[in-house]
C-alpha cells in the first residue's frame, strides 16, 4: 500500500503546486489586466495577432521597418526569383501597386538566402520592370518568423499591424482588391 501512497501523493502534491503556480495574479480582489494580454497585441504569424516587427534593407541599401509604416494597411509578400508561381503572381502585385500604392503599403520580402545572388533579384526586378518595394531577407529570419514553409506566401496586415489574412499560393489582382476591402479600418 505505501509503495503506491507515496508516489500518488507525490504526483497530487506536484499537480497542485503547479496549479498554484500558474493561477492568475490578483489584486484587489480582480485579476491583474496585464497579466493577459490581447491577442491582437501579443506578435506572432496568426491571423488575429500583432505582425512581428522586422528591419530589412531594400536592394539600394535602405533599411525600412514594418512597424514605421503603422497607419496603412500593408501587403507583406514572400518570394524568389526562381519560383514559378511567384513570377505567376509578381504582374498582379505591380498592378496592385500601381492602383493601391498609396493607401496600401505593399513590402515584397525576397529569400534572398535562396537566391543565386542578391544582384540576381535587382536583375530580376530591373528586367521586368517592377517597381513595388521589394526587402531582402538575406538569412531567412524574417521569413522565419512568419512560419513561411511555401511561397508566394502573403499577409495582409491592417493599419495598425494586426495580421488579418495569410494566403499561400500566388493571388490575382482581384483576389488582392477584395481582401483589401475587407480589410477593417486603422484604429478598429
Not at 514559378?84 to 493607401?103: L, N, S, T, V, W
Not at 538569412?139 to 495582409?156: D, N, Q, S
Amino acid at each position: 500500500m505505501s509503495r503506491i501512497f507515496f508516489p500518488l501523493a507525490f504526483l497530487l502534491g506536484a499537480v497542485l503546486l503547479l496549479a498554484v503556480a500558474c493561477w492568475p495574479v490578483k489584486e484587489g480582489g480582480k485579476e491583474d489586466p496585464g497579466r493577459e494580454a490581447s491577442k491582437e497585441t501579443v506578435p506572432g504569424a496568426e491571423v488575429g495577432r500583432q505582425a512581428p516587427d522586422f528591419t530589412l534593407p531594400a536592394p539600394d541599401g535602405k533599411k525600412v521597418t514594418l512597424s514605421s509604416l503603422r497607419g496603412k494597411p500593408v501587403v507583406l509578400n514572400f518570394w524568389a526569383t526562381w519560383c514559378p508561381p511567384c513570377r505567376e503572381e509578381m504582374p498582379a502585385i505591380q498592378e496592385f501597386y500601381r492602383q493601391k500604392g498609396r493607401e496600401v503599403e505593399v513590402l515584397a520580402v525576397n529569400l534572398t538566402s535562396s537566391e543565386r545572388s542578391p544582384g540576381a533579384v535587382q536583375e530580376f526586378l530591373k528586367e521586368n520592370g517592377y517597381t513595388f518595394p521589394v526587402l531582402l531577407d538575406g538569412r531567412g529570419e524574417v521569413a522565419g518568423l512568419y512560419l513561411v514553409r511555401a511561397i508566394p506566401t502573403t499577409f495582409f496586415l491592417d493599419g495598425d499591424g494586426v495580421i488579418r489574412y495569410r494566403h499561400t499560393g500566388p493571388l490575382t489582382l482581384q483576389d488582392m482588391l477584395e481582401i483589401l476591402a475587407k480589410l477593417p479600418p486603422s484604429g478598429k
